[in-house]
């Protein structure tokens, strides 16, 4: 029995293999490395709020169910989370190091 693998099947173990090396590396879908997920037992559900940069408890069980976790916190709301002077920090520098610079980021001018 031959033990030929078609071009399709060549090619979907390709994509397969990437995309579970980018889990196992941690990356997002945008490529960037994701912080460690929270060990708090407070809550056993984490989603990733990439635009801020941290996670968000979506355990519906819990008390923090909606929150916003960094630094060792909870933050009830975006703009609790964004009043502190840490995360502001944090923040300008996580966008600062995930600005696009690839297709779609190009440079605009206004004429005077």
């Known amino acids: 029995m031959s033990s030929k693998i078609s071009l399709t099947q ?3 173990l390709g994509i397969s293999g990437a ?3 980018a889990v196992a590396a941690g990356c997002s879908s945008t490529g960037h490395a ?3 997920e929270p060990t708090d037992g407070s809550c056993r559900d984490w989603d990733y709020d990439a635009s801020e940069g941290v996670y968000e ?12 976790f960094y630094n060792g916190k909870y933050y009830k709301s975006k703009s609790a989370l964004k009043s502190n002077s840490a995360f502001q920090s944090y923040h300008s520098q996580y966008i600062k190091n995930n600005s696009s610079s690839g297709f779609g ?7 005077g």
Request: with cysteine.
């Open 105 to 111: 980021s190009g440079s605009s001018s206004s004429g």
């Open 34 to 36: 994701l912080p460690p």
């Open 57 to 68: 408890c979506d355990d519906s069980s819990s008390s923090h169910h909606g929150s916003y």
């Open 19 to 21: 995309a579970l090396a």
């Open 10 to 12: 060549k090619v979907m």
